[in-house]
Nanobody, 120 residues
């Protein structure tokens, strides 16, 4: 199992930027696709971004496309989510987690998320 812990959240204003980090430990990291998930108040956890194991392919939800960018540094066992032009709807707890080829989360335990709060 790959253990993933997200960090870097905070309180931001609309229009601001934030960079989330995801630190990995455990199994070889560069074999896995990694997704960023958001759980907003009252809503189910949703995938907002994912990056392939080789880092060449990324996918984004319509709500963040053009504003968020996922990247990875396998030498440091890290994945990042650059969040620009933040909107109040981006508020939520963000998690990083392994995903399969269909971008569904794997049945691993979820690691610690990081809170992002965007105020208008």
């Amino acid at each position: 199992q790959v253990n993933l812990v997200a960090s870097g959240g905070g309180l931001m204003q609309v229009g601001g930027s934030l960079r989330l980090s995801c630190a990995a430990s455990g199994r070889p990291f560069n074999l896995h696709h990694i997704g960023w998930f958001r759980q907003s108040p009252g809503l189910e956890r949703e995938l907002v971004a994912a990056i392939s194991a080789n880092g060449l392919r990324t996918t984004y939800s319509d709500s963040v496309k053009g504003r968020f960018t996922a990247s990875r540094d396998d030498a440091k066992n890290m994945v990042f989510l650059q969040m620009n032009s933040l909107e109040s709807e981006d508020t939520g707890v963000y998690y990083c987690h392994r995903v399969g080829d269909s971008y569904r989360p794997t049945p691993d335990s979820w690691g610690r998320g990081t809170q992002v709060s965007v105020s208008s």
